[in-house]
């Protein structure tokens, strides 16, 4: 193994442990808010390129499979994130929904149309909600996700009781929705647990 | 919103599966049994495979997060499907009269980093048979759980995924509702039977078909 894929390994390893998932998603209707600042193409280095659409603008377009017949349309982005692996590009959609806590913008993201290339692996994962910080300019938007380093030292140390599991690539929270804010409110702020945010700028 | 039932097919000799994924194992240690003839070959399709074999810490060094099944009690399970492998820690124990596997992903590859981020692993399990040429797969019916839950027949911890339900139950639990079904003909779905292969009769080098170990 040269170096090149060790250091390209570990940089997907680090992107893939870099957040929360959450059986549960971090808002309920009443939270829901809409910025469609938003909307349009981001570049991020590392994690490719985001389109975010706004879901409710073009209910009758293409654009939107019939995958998303479910999803909740009114104050719903769909994002679409698109990534190189070897050549190759890949594609996934998520149902993104902001929302206000305490003050805070958050996004919660959750898959919606995805294909893995192994079956037999795909009947073992299970889709899992993620959120971050976010704060939006015109040409920008930061991502702030919480550092799951932070959360499983507080769960080893008794400082939390937070519901969650832990399995091999780290923890997951089976907390509902409302013990999942309490949490979030109360070390959204904390400087330590929140990760280096992450800058997509509009392309 | 009902549930869709989803049927998956494996390979192309038709291995349909509509399993029931869970947080927790099926099995505790003193469950664990060791049963040599799950060891082996199975064709499951076209330039598909199961490699099943024992991993044994006494004469072997576990690698990366194999590390934690140490205990002589679990196989490993690599699954070849074209040209993409995937390993999965395979435990086999006993409740009341039955055999049943218990599946889980180790060192899995899903290539979008984003995606990866939003998927955790699951285990999913089966009641099994072993003959002495096969092994014969009862996957559970997820269609059944649904109509047990619409009926509210069965008091088991879930959550409603967007497609699938998700069993939330500890082990105990779980192996409690496990075995007062494990005899309702309505509970599986068609058993899948992997016919375990000859590897005296012409199949293709084992490394290069799996490239491992």
Redesign the interface.
């Known amino acids: 193994m040269n170096t090149r894929t060790i250091i390209l390994i570990g940089m997907?390893a680090l992107?893939?442990s870099?957040?929360i998932?959450s059986?549960?998603p971090l808002y309920t209707e009443e939270d829901l808010v809409t910025d469609d600042r938003i909307v349009g193409t981001w570049a991020s280095g590392?994690?490719?390129t985001w389109v975010i659409e706004r879901l409710d603008y073009r209910p009758t377009s293409d654009f939107f499979s019939s995958d998303w017949s479910?999803a909740e349309k009114k104050n719903t982005y769909k994002l679409i994130?698109i990534?190189t692996?070897?050549g190759?590009t890949?594609e996934?959609e998520?149902v993104v929904h902001m929302l206000v806590l305490d003050g805070q913008h958050y996004l919660n993201?959750?898959?919606?149309d995805?294909e893995?290339?192994?079956?037999?692996?795909?009947?073992?994962?299970?889709?899992?909600?993620?959120f971050s910080k976010v704060k939006i300019t015109e040409d920008s938007i930061s991502l702030g996700f919480f550092d799951p380093s932070y959360l499983e030292d507080l769960i080893d140390e008794n400082r939390i009781k937070i519901s969650h599991?832990r399995?091999?690539?780290g923890i997951?929270i089976?907390a509902r929705t409302k013990e999942l804010q309490k949490f979030v409110i109360k070390y959204g702020d904390e400087e330590d647990a929140i990760l280096e945010p992450d800058v997509l700028k509009r392309i | 919103m009902k549930i869709r039932t989803i049927l998956f097919i494996l390979g192309l000799t038709g291995i349909v599966v509509s399993c029931i994924p869970s947080l927790y194992p099926l099995y505790r240690a003193k469950d664990l049994l060791i049963d040599n003839k799950l060891e082996g070959l199975y064709e499951t399709g076209e330039n598909e495979y199961w490699k099943i074999r024992r991993l044994d810490p006494d004469f072997e060094k576990l690698s990366g997060d194999w590390n934690q099944y140490n205990s002589g009690y679990t196989y490993k399970l690599s699954v070849r499907e074209d040209d993409k492998l995937e390993e999965f820690a395979l435990h086999l124990l006993e409740l009341g009269d039955d055999l049943y596997l218990d599946f889980f992903p180790v060192n899995y590859d899903i290539r979008h980093g984003f995606l990866d981020m939003h998927l955790v692993p699951a285990h999913i399990f089966a009641k099994a048979e072993l003959t002495e040429q096969a092994l014969i797969l009862h996957f559970f019916d997820m269609e059944w759980l649904e109509e047990l839950i619409e009926a509210n027949r069965i008091k088991i911890s879930y959550v409603e995924l967007k497609e699938r339900y998700l069993l939330t139950a500890k082990t105990e639990e779980l192996q409690k509702f496990i075995t007062k079904f494990a005899n309702d003909s309505t509970t599986f779905i068609e058993a899948d039977t992997l016919m375990r292969q000859d590897l005296s009769a012409g199949i293709k080098d084992l490394s290069l078909m799996f490239n491992i170990n």
Do not use: K, R
């Open positions: 997907l992107l893939a870099s957040c998932p059986l549960f590392e994690m490719g479910d994130v990534e692996d070897g190759d890949l996934t998520f993201y959750y898959p919606v995805y893995l290339d192994h079956d037999f692996l795909s009947w073992h994962m299970v889709e899992a909600n993620n599991i399995h091999d690539n997951l089976t």
